[in-house]
């Protein structure tokens, strides 16, 4: 199983240095987004949710044209599949984050567990049901 993985990472190592860079600025975009817009507003729900869905445009459209490189495609049915895999991928971190955290006591640890396994997890299913 290991090794399987270790050849996995090897194979996709391109795709995969382009997948973190696409998912560290979607991260920035989306926290800009939200801090701007609540200075703007002091509507920290409208600023939260106008930054996650920046984000994730940004990411639909690097993933897609660069990350995976898909340039034909039926426009409807992939970002269906991209948001099932990221809605997904949100809801088992919310669950992984709150269970470890009642585990640990530690939000941040708890975090960064969730985030260690959506990670991966998004990608996998990016890979292998949105783009493949």
Not at 31 to 53: C, E, H, N, P, V
């Amino acid at each position: 199983m290991i090794k399987k993985a270790f050849y996995f990472i090897l194979n996709n190592k391109n795709e995969l240095i382009k997948f973190f860079i696409v998912g560290i600025l979607s991260t920035i975009i989306n926290y800009l987004t939200y801090y701007f817009l609540y200075r703007l507003t002091k509507l920290i729900i409208l600023a939260s949710l106008s930054g996650f869905l920046i984000g994730l445009l940004n990411s639909y459209l690097l993933s897609r044209y660069w990350t995976f490189s898909i340039k034909k495609y039926n426009q409807k049915n992939l970002i269906f599949r991209f948001l099932m895999i990221h809605l997904s991928g949100m809801m088992a971190g919310i669950f992984l984050i709150y269970f470890v955290d009642q585990i640990t006591n530690n939000f941040i640890i708890a975090w960064i567990i969730g985030a260690l396994f959506v990670a991966p997890y998004n990608y996998i299913g990016l890979k292998k049901f949105t783009f493949k």
